[in-house]
C-alpha cells in the first residue's frame, strides 16, 4: 500500500470533498476521509467553508470552491483547476445527484464511467440494451492543453439515454478526464447545438475506497429535481456491485498486466496518462 505521502501527484491535487448542497446553509460539522486522513468540514455564518484535518482545528486547509463543490488540498494546491466553463452558461441547471460510497479505487471508477461497453449489460433497458452491445469505433486523444484524455465522436443506442427520454436514440457522446479523479460525459441535449453535462468528481478515501460525487450540468425543464437524482441514483446503484467485485481494486497502470478490450480505447490513454504522470496511489504499477 502507497501513503498519499509518498506520492507527490496524489497530494499535491484539489479534491473533491462535499457539494455545496449538502454543506449549504448549515452550520453542522461534518466528517469524512480523504488520502487516508480524517478531515472535517463546515460553512460557517459568513458562507466561508473550513476545512481542517481532525485534532488540528486551528489549521485550516488549502480549500476551493468550484463547480458547485468543494475542493480541498492536502499538500501544496495547484494554482487552478480544470476548466469547465459550461457550468457557467446561463440557463444551465447544475445539479449535485447524490454521493456514493464504493469500495474500489478512485482510477477504476473513473474508467468505468468512460466504458460504453457495459452499457447493455449493466445499465440494461437505460443506457443500453441487447442486441445493440457494439462500440463503436471512436477518437481518443490525450492532449496536452489542457492536459487531459479526451474521447470525441463516441455513439451508443440507448433505450432510454436521459430522464425525459421516451425512445431509443443513437446517443452522442464526448468523455473529458480533465483531472485524474474526475470525468465530465458531454451528450446531445434537448436544446439544438448544445450538450448536457454528467460529472463525476471521485474523493479518494483510501487507496481502495472512494466516494463518487455525481452532478448535473443541462438544459432541461420538464424534469424535477427528485426525478434527476433518483435516475442518477439508480445508474450508479447499478455500478457501485460492479465495481466492487473487480480485481485488482487498484488500476493496474502497466499495460502488460491487464489488457482492456480493443473498444476501450479511453481506458488505454487514460491509463497511459497517469502512469506518464507517475501516479501511485490507487494503482498498481508493476
Ligand atoms: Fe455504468
Given at each position: ?14 479534491h ?8 449549504n446553509?448549515?452550520e453542522?460539522?461534518?466528517q469524512?476521509?480523504?488520502?487516508d ?33 468543494v ?10 483547476l ?13 445539479k ?11 482510477g ?21 440494451e ?8 471512436y ?12 474521447a ?11 430522464v ?67 435516475f442518477q ?25 491487464e ?6 480505447k ?21
Amino acid at each position: 500500500m502507497v501513503s498519499a505521502f509518498q506520492d507527490p501527484v496524489i497530494l499535491n491535487q484539489w479534491h473533491p470533498i462535499s457539494s455545496l448542497e449538502e454543506i449549504n446553509p448549515s452550520e453542522k460539522t461534518f466528517q469524512t476521509l480523504l488520502l487516508d486522513e480524517e478531515i472535517l468540514y463546515k460553512m460557517d455564518k459568513e458562507n466561508k467553508v473550513l476545512v481542517w484535518r481532525k485534532g488540528s482545528r486551528d489549521e485550516n486547509l488549502p480549500t476551493k470552491l468550484a463547480y458547485g463543490f468543494v475542493w480541498v488540498c492536502l499538500g501544496n494546491p495547484p494554482e487552478t483547476l480544470f476548466l469547465f466553463p459550461e457550468f457557467d452558461e446561463p440557463n444551465r441547471k447544475n445539479k449535485a445527484t447524490g454521493v456514493i460510497g464504493v469500495n474500489t479505487s478512485a482510477g477504476r471508477a473513473i474508467e468505468n464511467f468512460c466504458d460504453m461497453g457495459h452499457f447493455p449489460y449493466v445499465h440494461k433497458g437505460i443506457l443500453g440494451e441487447e442486441p445493440h452491445t457494439e462500440v463503436k469505433n471512436y477518437d481518443v486523444e490525450i492532449s496536452d492543453e489542457p492536459d487531459e484524455v479526451l474521447a470525441t465522436n463516441c455513439k451508443f443506442f440507448q433505450p432510454r439515454a436521459n430522464v425525459t427520454s421516451t425512445k431509443g436514440v443513437d446517443a452522442d457522446y464526448i468523455y473529458r478526464v480533465p483531472h485524474i479523479n474526475c470525468a465530465l460525459l458531454y451528450k446531445s441535449s434537448i436544446v439544438a447545438g448544445k450538450l448536457d453535462v454528467i460529472v463525476l468528481f471521485v474523493q479518494p478515501m483510501r487507496e481502495e475506497q472512494i466516494r463518487a460525487h455525481t452532478a448535473m450540468c443541462i438544459f432541461d425543464d420538464s424534469s424535477t429535481e427528485k426525478d434527476i437524482r433518483l435516475f442518477q441514483q439508480l445508474i450508479f446503484g447499478q455500478d457501485k456491485p460492479i465495481l466492487e467485485n473487480q480485481h485488482p481494486k487498484r488500476l493496474p497502470l502497466n499495460p502488460r498486466m491487464e489488457t482492456p478490450i480493443r473498444a476501450d480505447k479511453t481506458a488505454i490513454s487514460y491509463r497511459r496518462w497517469l502512469l506518464n504522470k507517475g501516479l501511485k496511489y490507487g494503482t498498481v504499477a508493476n
